[in-house]
């Protein structure tokens, strides 16, 4: 069971298919929507490692946005092709990516005037937890596509995609609202936790799914 309720991100895409199907009759497509997303949230990404969360916070929504947006298109469309379930699906690697790395540039600079100020332990946790993070966010996509290759589903554990961004996107606004970084540093530590709880749990559903099989 993913923290993020399922009613929740049903009633959130629902509530953007009217745009999606404007924009369809506009003639703009999923895959330029899915691009146009992506650099929007690698800026956004750049300008949470530059020290501007609130910023950085108002374009990652953007980028947030237009990444559920594709989808609805794609609907709108009659359905996606299979580039660009590719395209969403290796760009949406990408983005992670950046999210995960613009953490770790905070923990980094160190030697950054702008972060002397802030406890050495919150560059620390940022850096750790963004490798962490990065690493995991990857292996639980790629056990959900690997196991779609095996004839199987794993779309489960706690921390899908959806959720590890809703916590990231908490802690830019905490940080951006309170101007204290430690709160940004607990939310990407936080997510990378869950995500590798979330790696645990598909590799022991798999194991149970294909020893069952084998049985």
Known sequence: MSIVPGRLAKSTRGGIAPIARRLHALGVSANAVTVVGFVITVVGAALVAAGQPGAGLLVLLLGTLSDTLDGQIARAAGGGTRFGAFLDSTLDRLSDSAL???????????LNPFFRTFPFDTEDILFGGGLLLLV?????????????????GASIGLAPRE????????GVAAWAGTGNLQLFAAAVALAAFLATVTVGQRIA?????????KG
Do not use: P, T
């Not at 559903?205 to 099989?213: G, S």
């Open 136 to 152: 995991s966010s990857f292996l639980v996509s790629y056990i959900r596509a690997k196991a779609e290759s095996l004839g199987e």
């Open 205 to 213: 559903h798999m194991a149970n799914a294909l020893n069952e099989k």
């Open 100 to 110: 995960a790395i613009a953490a770790v540039w905070i923990g980094a600079s160190s």
């Open 163 to 170: 959720a590890r961004i809703a916590i990231y996107l908490i």
